[in-house]
């Protein structure tokens, strides 16, 4: 038998024994056949064009997989003899790192692949043929969403090429989990005259080798993530960078110890810091997640994550999460790899550094940060060298632009820090762009709620510890809903070093201070990703139900009335949308019930009138959270609720001029989206809806009019207008708290204090069931748009001087609360001199014993 035919039998077995155990999963577009383009009447020359695909490493079992799905998809196939006019080339497959097509037993290595450089000669000789070359990516075990052995996981592809064993291991462990991709044509051609002309001093082969392996690295780097050292060599690298030794050197003179102590110092920060990324535990981390939300959810529904597949190939993509629960970590990286994208690089609190849980972490490729390292310059150079090194290796990242979790539900004021050291680290070597990409987590439950409110409710924080863990997998069993994330619009960094005028900033070393025109562009990059979360919220039936039952004075309603007030709402969303990102409950009203009752989170009170729904036993406070989540949706329609229903009817011009100015306010408070001259027209819109909803009517002039009292539209019009009420009484306490004192005679800090104290008893005394009383950010938020929109500022002594322009603010009042609202939040906020002075020294003396026992710890 001639050599050849050996050569077509082989073929033709080895397909047959692969299509047994091999069943390829296609990713992307599949590639098309050549089209031969008319010429024109003038043209010479009709150019000829011909496929032939291109692997990276030479695996026989890998042509042989390519060869049977470009015969199964009819595209040419691999394995077919590529004729090109007078010369025939065996096959239709060049492998990049080459080996003899013609020694199958034992293989010589080449520098350079020879059927590529016979097609570059053909090509030479032939003006009228070019050949499309297909880039193809094979990897195997890369589905691990079917994967069941704890075994199988130690095999999946990584970037080293694997042996003729490990080989024959991956087609019998994941034949039926493997993944190939056709990536977009390039013609050889155009290469070939490229090569030509950019690079005259280098062969065109080595120009075209070069290029197509970089494209097929980057390709993997998409799924695989970035070739990585171990975690020891990383560790050597940063501490023999020449910013660390300088850094070394200053605190060796800082702190007067030897060279050595100072290096040994900085090993130290670098243990503490370092990740030590594990292939193996994330897989095993897979396998285990996998049984965890199986157990723990319904669901883990996922939204807009072909965003993130595109981003991928081009950037730099820097997850930014809202920060809801522990589980937010492991949540978000588990998507990512189940959908065949390099688990991120996790910036952790080093609360989470402990012993077990800490290691499989840094397997995990979570990396430990302290929550302040203010005045300790070797461990801020040391973090900042090991960021700069992870970026330097286009690892994605993920962090928490709130910094720590919520415990309200609403967005936090972003912490800056870690974003700042990204945009410093960028500028001083920029390699891809950076995309921040804004991601929304929304539960239906919290393994954390009874915490929350517990801390809402003044109990201090509590610290994580391995039996805080341990209690709380034991509520493992319950039922906790679904989890939704939704990926949001992207925040590209360039486009805001643009926006402020920073785009050409270098920075050359790690202490170089960062300037003002690329800190505003950070303060802007924040502002924009939590603005992009909310544009992303999912509005869930919990969320919903929450919303509308804490809105009722005693938390109950008529199961009729609730589920019209339920489709109301979603109708309100339908007809006109808070952003195309957002996505709703497709569950109806009475859906929605049952979903709630399902959950314990609602009761039904059976009456021979008509059923009652109420909020479950002791969970109205738990609830507010996830009223808190969607707020932002709901706070303009429920702003001109309360307006148009307080006031009976009001015209549509003061309409406007009340809510621009108290927009400013729930804007810094909600992360709004809309700009001050886009606010007229949303105003517009929300009261056309209301109207079309019959929630509020306009008369001939044009005003706009309640419905008439205790009817079913009125009843629900004051539904909708509760959620915005506690900013404003908020808005109001504070108000009066500083009018109350007079121009210059309490500080701002003062205020923050006593506000945050008002605040809670408030809560108390009247029953208002909302932790936000609690909140003293939402205080510090408020009285600093005060400064911002010119109405208060500060004297040489630090306190808050006003004038008549001020006062008219607090007037605003009179138009959303009613006068019992009024006279209440007026008597709590009345303190005398001594009242005042005993307050705040309590306040003083209560965190003088806080600080005291951190510095213990």
Known sequence: MSKSGFGQMYRKLSSKLLDLVVTPHVLGEVPVEPVVTEPDANADVQTKKISCYVLQNHSRSNALI???????????????????????EKASVVFLQHHDEDNLLNPPPHAFPPRLLRLIDVLDKDPELDIELIPVTVLWGREPDKEDSWFKLLFTDTWSTPSKVKQLVNIGLHGRQSYLEFHEPQSLRRLIDYAKTTH?????????????NDYLDAQREVVLGPDLSDRRNVMHGLIKSSDVQDAIRRESIRSKISMVEAERRAIGYLNEIVSDYSASTVRFADLALTRLWTQLYDGVEVHNFST???LAKDYEIVYTPCHRSHIDY???????????LMVPYIAAGDNLNMPFVGQILRGGGAFFIRRSFRGNGLYTTVFKEYLYSILSRNTPLEYFIEGGR????RLLPPKTGMLAMTVHSHLRNPAKPIVFLPTYIGYERLMEGATYVGEMNGKPKEGESILGIMKTLRKIERIFGKVHLNFGEPVFLDDMLKQHNAENIKI????????????NAINSSAHAILENINRAAVINPVSLLSLILLATSKHTLDEAICIKQLDTYRDLLTALPYDSRMEVTPLSGKEIIAYGLKLKLIKRVNHVLGDIIAIADNQAILLTYFRNNILHAFILPSLIAALVEHNGSIRRGDLINVIRTLYPFLKAELFLKWKDEELKDQICAYAEALIQAKLISEDAEGNLVSSAPNSEQHNQLVVLAAPVMQSLERYYMTLALITQRGSGNISTRQVEELSHLVGQRLSVLYEFNSPEFFDKALFQSFIKVLTQQGYISTNEDNAIVFDENFQNVAQYANLVLDDVTLQMLQHITTFSDDELKEALDKVAAEQAKKRLKRKKK
Do not use: C, F, M, W
């Not at 082969?205 to 070069?210: D, F, G, L, Q, V």
């Not at 919520?406 to 539900?409: A, L, P, Q, V």
């Open 66 to 88: 390519v060869d049977g799905e470009t015969r199964r998809l009819k595209l040419h196939p691999a394995l077919d003899p590529l004729v090109t006019g007078s010369h025939t």
């Open 308 to 310: 993130v597949r595109e």
């Open 330 to 340: 492991l949540l978000l990286s588990y998507v990512i790899y189940k959908r065949g």
């Open 200 to 212: 005259p001093n280098l062969s065109p082969a080595t120009y075209i080798i070069s290029t197509l």
């Open 406 to 409: 919520s415990r309200t539900g």
């Open 508 to 519: 050359e070393k790690n202490d170089d201070p960062i300037p003002q025109e690329v800190s």
